[in-house]
């Protein structure tokens, strides 16, 4: 790391040599630009086994036996045990109408414990600490009790064990639920979930399951709810925009089995499974009320995308049979934010929360510009996006409606609409677009974005690089700082996607990594949390010039401070940079807190789930204005830095105060 040299200290000049001429910037204080208060944020769709498997809590894989358009019912990832003979079967009185295959489990023996077991997602965490909450719905003639355990895969040694008292019916499905609390820690994420019987206790020699399911404390005790340490590294990234649900996902492969938000609504045995988009079949657990509640607990602005009758295969919708759509849309808007006597405003007050909650942002479709183009793209800016922005807008004007393709596509979008902007490229083309929104009067949001191959690779024709990387991060940084210049147009950047799991991905790059149980923080996490820590409700004119030193200027005047961001990207001979820099109106002697983040040597150095090593240093260092107002201080080369004049003493509470002005 490069050390960082403050060329003013208790009002001294130190005396410095640099390759690289002085930056001198003069913020002005007045005729700044507003904010909307929600910059930084993310995009979930369930890639990457990012949502079954990962955000969302379940711990057992396949829990229902699931079948869809594209994928049928399958034992994947059950095992017996004691000799227990397994097979699918689709009864006459099925759990329900969603779930209409179950798992019967028969006894190939008249004495002793049989059942079965699951492999999680490539795995279970299993700690004393943790009280783990399970339900399995049953059929069949059982007088006995069951035996919920959880087992290392690899020794066999059991963690923590319950009873359950069997309250089994052959007229019906019974659902039976219970607590485990493991009395020692696994040594290692390689465990299943068991649950056996007693044979001799069987009337007719076999049980029906269906919807086994296992969590862990979820977070903030969510039922149905959220894995804990996944969903804190994405709090700590001080979010405040989340664009739901994708993406692809919202697309659905065909125009018959897009994401409908009313099948992931209710009781889970009445969810049906998803055709996944990413090669996987979807539950549904993580439903429209799952991503609205963790929104809520998170303090986030939502993006919500609805389906506009393109799919990935390129089925279009004819405008003869698109009102459908507009009027599902309609459905989910009110939904969301209708009052609870309205029709769907009442429903979702029977699913717990009569309150509405805050829709200000609704996107068209996802990448309408490229699912069947050209005509899939031809056809949205004909008919199909002119008829959902006028529908929604004549409903509801206060929503910003989004076009799902931007300026850029080609699409001189028709006001008061959006349009939405997605950048997966090189750090150069990051940092060359740094004032592409200068000029732009169409509000955008950036939808999506990272940096995904090397400067002067293969691009698209090469795999993209395989973790976010430091010079990388830096090119990202550059584009948020330009996105943040023109925060009164620009409604926010999402970084996409947000998180992999490393047993099976289709998206190399993501910001946060994972197992069963780890989670790694990349290079890309720690400059987005900074810039995220250190909002403006404000962005002021500043007069100097860019390149290497990229950098927007404002105030918070929920905190009273100044902040000033800032990224420096290939500097002449790799020297650091020296600033100078003047707040009008900052008294001499003001204090501020100068936070650099510095990568290693190597720029393409990265955060090695496999390792565990953060790459990314960061110095805190208080500074201190000269007589004439003025903060000095040198930036290395590929650094991102914040300076605050107050920075907020919790950072968690800055970004509420931020949420609620």
């Not at 045990?81 to 689709?90: E, F, I, M």
């Not at 996944?230 to 990234?237: D, K």
């Not at 008294?587 to 990314?616: A, R």
């Amino acid at each position: 790391m490069v050390s960082l040299k403050l060329l003013v200290q208790t009002g001294t000049l130190a005396c410095t040599v640099s390759l690289v001429a002085a930056v001198d910037i003069t913020v002005s204080s007045t005729d700044g630009n507003a904010t909307n208060g929600h910059q930084y944020g993310f995009l979930h769709e369930d890639i990457n086994n990012s949502g079954d498997g990962g955000l969302y809590a379940e711990l057992i894989q396949n829990r229902a036996f699931q079948i869809s358009a594209r994928f049928p019912a399958t034992l994947n990832a059950w095992h017996p045990v004691n000799g227990a003979q397994l097979s699918l079967k689709n009864l006459s009185t099925p759990l329900s109408d969603a779930l209409v295959t179950s798992m019967n489990v028969a006894a190939t023996q008249k004495q002793g414990e049989v059942g079965f077991r699951n492999d999680g997602y490539w795995g279970m965490d299993v700690k004393a600490s943790k009280k783990y909450s399970g339900s399995f719905w049953v059929k069949g003639d059982y007088s006995g009790q069951f035996t919920a355990s959880l087992q290392s895969n690899v020794t066999g040694e059991t963690f923590g064990s319950t009873k359950v008292s069997s309250t089994s019916s052959s007229d019906e499905w019974i659902e039976h639920a219970f607590e485990l609390t493991p009395s020692k820690d696994a040594p290692n994420s390689n465990n299943t979930f068991a649950l056996t019987f007693d044979a001799s206790l069987l009337e007719n020699g076999s049980l029906d399951f269906n919807l086994i399911s296992l969590f862990p404390p979820t977070f903030k005790g969510r039922k149905n709810g959220m894995r804990s340490d996944i969903a804190e590294a994405l709090e700590q990234l001080h979010p405040t925009l989340f664009r739901i649900p994708g993406g692809n996902m919202l697309e659905g492969l065909t125009n018959k089995s897009w994401w409908d938000w009313k099948d992931t609504l209710g009781p889970l045995k009445d969810r049906p499974g998803f055709s996944g988009v990413w090669g996987y079949q979807q539950t549904n657990g993580l439903g429209l009320m799952e991503y609205l509640e963790f929104a809520e607990d998170l303090g986030m602005e939502i993006v919500l995308g609805v389906y506009d009758g393109l799919s990935l295969n390129g089925d279009i919708t004819p405008k003869s049979q698109l009102q459908y759509f507009i009027d599902d849309a309609l459905d989910e808007i009110e939904f969301i934010r209708g009052p609870v006597d309205s029709k769907w405003g009442s429903v979702r007050a029977e699913l717990g929360h009569p309150e509405p909650w805050k829709l200000e942002y609704v996107e068209i479709g996802n990448e309408d510009w490229l699912a069947g183009a050209p005509e899939g793209w031809e056809t949205f800016k004909e008919y199909r996006f002119p008829m959902f922005l006028d529908a929604i807008n004549e409903a509801y004007p206060d929503i910003q409606v989004i076009s799902s393709g931007s300026y850029y596509d080609g699409y001189n979008i028709p006001q008061p609409g959006g349009g939405d902007y997605h950048v997966y490229a090189e750090p150069d083309t990051l940092v060359a677009e740094f004032n592409k929104f200068d000029n732009i009067t169409t509000p955008h949001i950036i939808g999506e974005m990272a940096a995904v191959h090397p400067n002067g690779g293969s691009g698209w024709d090469g795999p993209q690089q395989p973790f976010p990387w430091w010079g990388g991060t830096v090119g990202e940084a550059v584009s948020l700082i330009g996105y943040e210049r023109n925060q009164d147009r620009i409604i926010g950047a999402a970084y996409a996607p947000i998180i992999r799991n490393m047993n099976r991905w289709q998206w190399a790059i993501t910001m946060i990594q994972f197992t069963a149980d780890t989670v790694t923080k990349s290079t890309s996490w720690y400059v987005w949390e900074l810039m995220a820590a250190h909002p403006m409700t404000e962005t002021l004119p500043a007069a100097s010039r860019f390149n290497p030193l990229y950098y927007v200027a404002g105030r918070n005047n929920n905190t009273g401070g100044h902040v000033f961001k800032a990224a420096v990207y290939n500097s002449t001979g790799g020297a650091d940079v020296p600033v100078k820099l003047t707040f009008e109106g900052i008294k001499p002697g003001t204090t501020g807190e100068l936070t650099v983040l510095t990568g290693p040597e190597d720029p393409y150095g990265d955060n090695d789930p496999y390792t565990g090593v953060n790459v990314v240093k960061t110095s805190k260092t208080t500074i201190r204005s000269d007589e004439n107002g003025s903060f000095q201080f040198e930036l290395p080369n590929l650094s991102v830095a914040v300076l605050d004049t107050s920075p907020a003493r919790s950072r968690r509470w800055n970004r509420m105060v931020e949420r609620v002005r």
